[in-house]
């Protein structure tokens, strides 16, 4: 059984995980020695532990394993995703080009499912689950949901950019 700061980091780490690869199960209980240790690892260095997870999914390939977490490598990756927002500009940049790439072919006549289905159209597939997502087009929304979950763990901030420019919508 875990304790109540290991289950925290293994629900994190499954989280993220499956954000990537949504088939992904954690059946082995080899891996409770590890989220034990990075438990106490991620305690023992003052990190916050959803942050820390976040932080080893960031540009990341192949993904880490549960005892990769408690490493010298894996504070180092924290730390820097901590301090770093050098993303932020370039992703409100390209969130508001696509916003204005959408309501300039509005104004053109075309359809939203048009827009968002339309395969020259500069969107991200992120952009375009969230815009979907808005207008109730789940059918649309689930097309580009797989691409959207791999854009989302990319970049730590990309959940609050989206919320603070189109509200509240269901992440994928």
């Not at 059946?27 to 989220?35: A, K």
């Not at 034990?36 to 976040?54: T, V």
């Not at 504070?75 to 959408?102: M, P, R, S, W």
């Not at 969230?130 to 109730?136: D, E, G, N, P, T």
Request: glycine share 2%.
């Amino acid at each position: 059984m875990l304790s109540p700061a290991a289950q925290v980091v293994r629900d994190a780490f499954l989280r993220y995980r499956r954000m990537i690869h949504p088939e992904y199960k954690d059946g082995s209980s080899r891996w409770v020695v590890c989220y034990e240790r990075a438990a106490e690892f991620i305690e023992k260095n003052g990190c916050d532990a959803d942050e820390y997870i976040a932080a080893q999914f960031q540009f990341t390939k192949p993904f880490p394993m549960p005892n990769q977490l408690y490493s010298d490598t894996a504070l180092k990756k924290y730390q820097n995703y901590a301090h770093d927002d050098t993303g932020l500009v370039e992703l409100i940049a390209q969130i508001e080009t696509e916003l204005n790439y959408l309501d300039t072919r509005q104004l053109l006549g075309l359809s939203i499912e048009d827009i968002l289905t339309s395969v020259v159209a500069p969107l991200s597939p992120l952009f375009r689950y969230v815009m979907a997502m808005s207008f109730k087009r789940q059918d649309i929304a689930e097309f580009y949901r797989e691409a959207a979950r791999e854009q989302l763990a990319r970049f730590r901030r990309t959940k609050e950019v989206y919320e603070e420019l189109v509200g509240e919508i269901p992440w994928p």
